[in-house]
Nanobody, 129 residues
Framework: EVQLVESGGGLVQAGGSLRLSCAASGFSFSDYIIGWFRQVPGKEREGLSCISSGANRVYYTDSVKGRFTISSDNANNTVYLQMNNLKPEDTAVYYC??????????????????????WGKGTLVTVSS
């Protein structure tokens, strides 16, 4: 059974930091890109960042560049999202997702904005002002 389990969400004050984790199982982790997305109720889901299977390609959307850092631990099938200088507008449910890595055919930017194959259930991040 494919599983993506997010953790690390919570309540933080503006300017603070959180590290989200995405633990993957049930598929060949080393063959997939993993991405982080977020969604505010009533708004479209936003792609934030993706990392390729070899961790040699990363993508960030403009709104998180310089504040968020994605990393992976292939030995433990886990991807992290370090979030610094959090703002109230970062409040959302954060999801991780996986897509078969075809960065040998296209860019990770394109893949990160494509339909992902597997999704976690999300973790809530609330940033207070």
């Amino acid at each position: 059974e494919v599983q993506l389990v997010e953790s690390g969400g919570g309540l933080v004050q503006a300017g603070g930091s959180l590290r989200l984790s995405c633990a993957a199982s049930g598929f060949s982790f080393s063959d997939y890109i993993i991405g982080w997305f977020r969604q505010v109720p009533g708004k479209e889901r936003e792609g934030l960042s993706c990392i390729s299977s070899g961790a040699n390609r990363v993508y960030y959307t403009d709104s998180v560049k310089g504040r968020f850092t994605i990393s992976s631990d292939n030995a433990n099938n886990t991807v992290y999202l370090q979030m610094n200088n959090l703002k109230p507008e970062d409040t959302a449910v954060y999801y991780c997702a996986a897509l078969w890595d075809s960065t040998w055919l296209t860019t990770i930017d394109t893949l990160c904005t494509s339909a992902m194959q597997y999704w976690g259930k999300g973790t809530l991040v609330t940033v207070s002002s």
